[in-house]
């Protein structure tokens, strides 16, 4: 499977982080629209090491870089009535396979949080709608 | 260029021409021919050539990186950034889907005799079973086709054998012959009816819906061109009609019903209800692609599945996002917002924030990130940059020019 | 019918008495506004009124507008009344437009019933107003020198 993906870069070689990763279109092993790079995770090693370990999707996480107390509100609106339960969702880096204008991730959207509106809003509201699969 | 190609062109021609008029530009040429006959015709030009660049570029984008400009704005300049322009992207749609809506009531109304808030709901409801069950391709073509009965207004402007020398004097810019602020007013309503963001968010999506690739820039550059060229020729047959009616007459355009006189003036009984069919199909049009707008700006926003080609469950969020929008703005025609006073109101506001949502292209459309090789040549980023100019402008003056000559 | 060609032909006289005694610019400049609807609506009225005596355009429009118009022209009366009430010449002009308003009701009732050859009349007979701008700047220049 990483075979599909040889895009990321080397060892050594400069990974433009604000421009190629943060805010770019996510997109998974189906290649479905899994949402947008909100946040970024690193970790600082006790070696002093920055290492980057996941990238993150959630509208808190994004709010949260305009004004951290309305992305605050947000969590609090999502966990009290969200689908996703305010929760920010993370997907390890290894996972991230392609970055650029899109980043490809090496999982399968549907079995993770990042498509459980969709399937909610699904389940509860459009299926039932007729015409909804035509 | 093969036949097929051809083929498409005139296609996409014909619905540039068919799809040109919404509630805005009607209201607009037809204010600006009653109050300053012919004066206003430079200010339908330069926003034409404005919207024939700013219509190629994104059609460009999205054929070359597949990406739709609102993908392309959040990645290059952040979420942090593109919250506003898309927030207020959001206030101006409300408004205008709104007064669309309100276009589609008043055709109606004039059709059956019935309120035009009677027939909100029913609007509303036409326009979302037609995006639920629609595809693209219908929507863009079926409904801008029909819209090619907007050619009544080019037809009357003929018929009514305006003085040809003056309707030429009025493509040059002049000082206002009266009323100053009503006259730059109503130039910047115009620009702002003309130069809508919608177009930007809305051609770059309808690209990717058609699959557009390198070999469709051809294609782009001519539809963008030559379409809006003609299409531009309809919204100045309102403005000469206008000025042939209603001006001699000193009426003034008040509520829509005025406007349905300028048909009326050259057609008799048949321009009275060539105005409503024709107000009815183009605001029709335009309430289509504005709920769709609103889903494309927020699904691409937040990166979910979105098409219009797609089936409801396979974009459950895309379809409630225009769903919702359709419902909201439907409100404000159901509590019998003056749909005229609420579309004059809308493109001011338009006119307010085009600089956050046009700026963002110039930088963009000479990434090579996403465009190659195909990224701006210097004409056409120096005619981004004065559109940008004028769109700082416009934005600065709007609000105060809507306060002392808005009426 | 008398009644209306007396309006129509004494018309100017409110604006000649502007022109002349007028205490402040802004009731000229104010008239001049109310004037340029009003005379709008009177125009539409007249071409909708003509237009639907030809049968060009359907009743219910031609009753819709007509009302429209006479709402209008009341609340520009009643505007004009609220921001300089008082002038004699405000008054005079809004009772004037009342009465125009009230020959617009009229056409509306008398589409209602059909009666074609009144409203045309009517319609004809509905004045046309010249704006005031021209005054009310030719009287500021007049003050100043």
């Excluded at chain 2, 086709?145 to 054998?161: E, P």
């Excluded at chain 2, 700006?297 to 409801?312: C, D, E, M, T, Y």
Aim: glycine share 10%.
């Amino acid at each position: 499977m990483a075979d599909d993906f040889p895009d990321m870069p080397e060892n050594g070689t400069r990974l433009r982080l604000a421009r190629d990763v943060l805010d770019s279109q996510m997109v998974d092993r189906e290649h479905r629209q899994s949402g947008k790079v909100d946040g970024i995770v690193a970790e600082l090693r006790d070696d002093g090491r920055l290492v980057i370990t996941a990238v993150e999707n959630g509208l808190p996480e994004a709010v949260s870089r305009v004004s951290p107390r309305v992305g605050d509100w947000i969590a609090a609106l999502g966990r009290r009535w969200g689908v996703r339960k305010g929760e920010v969702y993370r997907i390890p880096f290894n996972k991230v396979r392609r970055t650029g204008i899109e980043v490809r991730i090496d999982v399968d959207a549907v079995a993770t949080p990042l498509l459980d509106w969709e399937k909610w809003l699904n389940d509860h509201i459009v299926r039932h709608i007729p015409g909804a699969r035509w | 260029m093969k036949p097929g190609k051809l083929l498409q062109v005139a296609l996409g021609v014909l619905t540039s021409i068919g799809g040109f008029l919404d509630v805005g530009a009607i209201a607009t040429a037809a204010d600006a021919g009653a109050s300053f006959r012919f004066s206003l015709l430079w200010v339908v030009l330069i926003g034409t050539i404005c919207v024939i660049f700013l219509v190629e570029m994104p059609g460009r984008l999205a054929a070359v990186s597949k990406h739709s400009y609102a993908d392309a704005v959040r990645e290059r300049f952040g979420f942090q950034f593109y919250i506003w322009p898309i927030l207020a992207e959001f206030v101006v749609d409300f408004l205008v889907l709104g007064a669309e809506i309100g276009g589609v009531c008043i055709a109606l109304q004039l059709l059956t005799g019935i309120a035009f808030h009677w027939w909100a709901i029913p609007v509303a409801l036409a326009v979302w079973l037609t995006a639920w069950l629609g595809t693209f391709d219908f929507i863009e073509n079926g409904v801008a086709l029909l819209g090619l009965i907007t050619l009544a207004f080019v037809a009357g402007a003929i018929v009514l054998h305006p003085p040809w020398g003056e309707v030429a004097r009025g493509f040059v810019p002049a000082p206002a012959p009266h009323e100053p602020a009503h006259y730059w007013f109503t130039a910047v309503s115009i620009m702002g009816a003309l130069i809508s963001p919608y177009l930007l968010y809305f051609y770059s999506s309808g690209a990717i819906e058609d699959g557009w690739g390198k070999q469709d820039l051809t294609m782009n550059r001519l539809v963008a061109g030559v379409g809006m060229s003609f299409g531009s020729l309809v919204q100045m047959g309102v403005l000469v009609t206008a000025a042939m009616v209603l001006a001699p007459r000193g009426i003034g355009v008040d509520q829509y019903g005025q406007i349905a006189l300028t048909l009326v003036g050259p057609f008799g009984k048949w321009g009275y209800y060539l105005f409503a069919v024709s107000l009815g199909i183009t605001c029709f049009g335009a309430c289509m692609e504005q709920a769709l707008e609103t889903g494309f700006i927020v699904s691409q926003a937040l990166g979910w599945n979105w098409g219009q080609s797609k089936r409801p469950v396979d974009a459950t969020r895309f379809t409630m996002a225009y769903t919702l929008s359709i419902a909201a703005s439907t409100v404000l025609m159901v509590v019998g917002i003056d749909p005229l006073k609420l579309t004059l109101f809308s493109m001011a506001l338009t006119a307010v924030m085009l600089p956050l949502v046009v700026t963002p292209l110039l930088v963009i459309m000479n990434d090579k990130h996403y465009l190659g090789e195909h990224t701006n040549g210097w004409v056409t980023n120096a005619v981004v940059g004065l559109i940008i100019g004028l769109t700082f402008v416009m934005a600065v003056v709007a609000i105060p020019l809507e306060y002392l000559g808005g009426g | 019918m008398s009644a209306l060609r007396t309006l129509g032909r004494c018309w100017p006289l409110p604006f000649l008495l502007c022109l002349a005694a007028c205490g402040a610019g802004s009731v000229c400049k104010q008239i001049a506004r109310s004037d340029k609807t009003v005379a709008s609506w009177a125009a539409t009225a007249a071409m909708v009124g003509q237009r639907w005596a030809a049968g060009d355009v359907p009743t219910s429009y031609a009753r819709n507008t007509l009302a429209k118009g006479a709402r209008q022209m009341r609340s520009e009366a009643a505007a004009l009344a609220r921001s300089a009430g008082g002038d004699p010449l405000v008054e005079t002009t809004s009772t004037r437009y009342v009465q125009l308003a009230a020959v617009l009701t009229r056409m509306e009732a008398l589409a209602g019933t059909g009666n074609k050859a009144e409203v045309a009349q009517l319609a004809a007979a509905l004045p046309t107003l010249e704006r005031l701008d021209h005054r009310c700047s030719a009287r500021g220049q007049a003050q100043a020198s």
